[in-house]
């Protein structure tokens, strides 16, 4: 006897540990989710503009060569180098590189709502999961009922107390059951093909998931914080807004003039030049600045610059009142299921004293089973409600976790 128990303890303790959390499949999903993926290289690809925006431009290296050659007093000119750069005014590459610092930013707060965004996805296709799984269940659970009635009608039937065609009623209602069952195993199915496809796995890799009544049950209450304040969508658009605010330093800085620093190279040929300098070579440095008088690009540089801040802060004004909207629809969803999960516990409670007097009502055949199948038909129907409803309110509340998240970064 305690080989069979410890045997029995090792096998549930094997199948719990196989079972499948909706943890366990959000750490999976954010693992191996492709758009995940691409979103986070949009990210990692907007960060090398840094490097790009804060970069020097390249020197410019030219070479010229004299066909006929500029006769001077130390000799023949016959070639030249010159090499310059280019300097913008002071502080030009820092704006240019917060401006990329910020979009970058502004692509991982992206990611951050995508990689909540999956983990909701995954956990509203869990709980149907669960409320299928726990309805199909209900179902069998029906199907022995139904079998346990025919064997009082049967009984019945024996005794003159029945019909035949109560029998054939009975049979008919269990093989509805039998179709039923089937329906919603293959509608099972298709949200674990869902699932596997969040996960970017073979699509019918089958979802090990233990007691899910036990997990559809579990309701606890959570925290809302109704007053939304770093939300990845709200973040983003705030790293936009700071990109916005440096790319109106940048317009500042782009209408200032540019210098360039320069040096020629002349090669002096040394030929038939009487001269105690003949054939050396020339060597000029340079000094330019650009004259920014031409103010009508630059001023609409920041004309464009101050009409896009106002266009991202109309933006952040909308999404925070949706987040907050959102936050409320959900809420109001949340105690309307409350309620209706109320109401159904009441209705199984009192249909449960009605269902054992009729069954023996049955058995002494002072009702009909059209009546006993009725009612049986009604506390199914309850109890599948009941179930969607604790599916609906478990969604519900992964919804809140959304939409009230703060952001990482």
Same mark, same amino acid.
């Given at each position: 006897?305690?080989?069979?128990?410890?045997?029995?303890?090792?096998?549930?303790?094997?199948?719990?540990?196989?079972?499948?959390?909706?943890?366990?499949?959000?750490?999976?999903?954010?693992?191996?989710?492709?758009?995940?993926?691409?979103?986070?290289?949009?990210?990692?690809?907007q960060?090398?503009?840094?490097?790009?925006?804060?970069?020097?431009?390249?020197p410019?290296?030219?070479?010229?060569y004299?066909?006929?050659?500029?006769?001077t007093?130390?000799?023949?000119?016959?070639?030249?180098?010159?090499?310059?750069?280019?300097?913008?005014?002071?502080?030009?590459?820092?704006?240019?590189?917060?401006?990329?610092a910020?979009?970058?930013e502004?692509?991982?707060?992206?990611?951050?709502?995508?990689?909540?965004?999956?983990?909701?996805?995954?956990?509203?296709?869990?709980?149907?999961?669960l409320?299928?799984r726990?309805?199909?269940?209900?179902?069998?659970?029906?199907?022995?009922?139904?079998?346990?009635?025919?064997?009082?009608?049967?009984?019945?039937?024996?005794?003159?107390?029945?019909?035949?065609?109560?029998?054939?009623?009975?049979?008919?209602?269990?093989?509805?059951?039998?179709?039923?069952?089937?329906?919603?195993?293959?509608?099972?199915?298709?949200?674990?093909?869902?699932?596997?496809?969040l996960?970017?796995?073979?699509?019918?890799?089958?979802?090990?998931?233990?007691?899910?009544?036990?997990?559809?049950?579990?309701?606890?209450?959570?925290?809302?914080?109704?007053?939304?304040?770093?939300?990845?969508?709200?973040?983003?658009?705030?790293?936009?807004?700071?990109?916005?605010?440096?790319?109106?330093?940048?317009?500042?800085?782009?209408?200032?003039?540019?210098?360039?620093?320069?040096?020629?190279?002349?090669?002096i040929q040394?030929?038939?030049?009487?001269?105690a300098?003949?054939?050396?070579?020339?060597i000029?440095?340079?000094?330019?600045?650009?004259?920014?008088?031409?103010?009508k690009?630059?001023?609409?540089?920041?004309?464009?610059?101050?009409?896009?801040?106002?266009? $991202? &802060?109309?933006? #952040?004004?909308?999404? @925070?009142? =949706? %987040?907050?909207? +959102?936050? *409320?629809? /959900?809420?109001?969803?949340? !105690?309307?299921?409350?309620?209706?999960?109320?109401?159904?516990?009441?209705?199984?409670?009192?249909?449960?004293?009605?269902?054992?007097?009729s069954?023996?009502?049955?058995?002494?055949?002072?009702?009909? $089973? &059209?009546?006993? #199948?009725?009612?049986? @038909?009604? =506390? %199914?129907?309850? +109890?599948? *409600?009941? /179930?969607?409803?604790?599916? !609906?309110?478990?969604?519900?509340?992964?919804?809140?976790?959304y939409?009230?998240?703060?952001?990482?970064?």
């Open positions: 006897m305690t080989l069979v128990c410890c045997f029995i303890s090792i096998l549930m303790f094997s199948w719990s540990s196989f079972s499948q959390s909706l943890e366990d499949l959000q750490h999976l999903a954010a693992e191996n989710n492709l758009e995940l993926k691409a979103q986070f290289k949009r990210f990692e690809a960060l090398e503009d840094i490097t790009q925006a804060k970069s020097w431009q390249d410019n290296l030219s070479f010229g004299f066909i006929s050659p500029i006769e007093r130390v000799g023949p000119q016959i070639a030249r180098f010159s090499l310059t750069q280019k300097l913008p005014w002071f502080g030009t590459y820092k704006a240019k590189g917060d401006i990329a910020f979009r970058a502004a692509e991982f707060e992206k990611f951050q709502d995508q990689k909540l965004k999956l983990f909701l996805n995954v956990a509203q296709k869990y709980y149907d999961l409320a299928l726990y309805i199909t269940e209900l179902e069998t659970k029906q199907l022995d009922i139904l079998e346990n009635l025919k064997v009082i009608v049967e009984s019945n039937y024996k005794n003159n107390k029945a019909r035949l065609v109560d029998i054939l009623r009975v049979d008919l209602e269990m093989d509805k059951q039998l179709s039923t069952i089937q329906v919603l195993k293959d509608q099972g199915q298709v949200f674990v093909t869902q699932l596997n496809q996960m970017d796995r073979q699509l019918n890799t089958p979802v090990q998931i233990l007691n899910p009544k036990q997990i559809l049950e579990q309701n606890e209450s959570i925290e809302i914080d109704s007053m939304v304040r770093n939300h990845p969508r709200l973040e983003a658009i705030r790293k936009l807004k700071a990109s916005n605010e440096a790319e109106s330093v940048l317009a500042k800085k782009e209408a200032m003039p540019q210098f360039g620093l320069g040096l020629d190279y002349a090669i040394d030929r038939n030049v009487q001269n300098e003949a054939g050396q070579d020339a000029m440095p340079m000094l330019s600045v650009s004259l920014p008088i031409f103010g690009k630059n001023k609409s540089r920041k004309k464009a610059a101050s009409l896009q801040g106002e266009s $991202i &802060e109309f933006q #952040l004004e909308n999404e @925070e009142s =949706r %987040l907050e909207t +959102e936050i *409320q629809v /959900a809420l109001y969803k949340q !105690d309307e299921l409350f309620s209706l999960l109320s109401l159904y516990d009441k209705q199984l409670l009192s249909l449960k004293d009605i269902l054992q007097l069954e023996t009502a049955l058995a002494n055949a002072s009702m009909g $089973i &059209e009546e006993v #199948l009725r009612l049986q @038909e009604e =506390r %199914l129907l309850y +109890e599948k *409600q009941r /179930a969607k409803t604790l599916a !609906d309110l478990q969604k519900t509340d992964e919804t809140l976790i939409l009230t998240s703060n952001s990482d970064l």
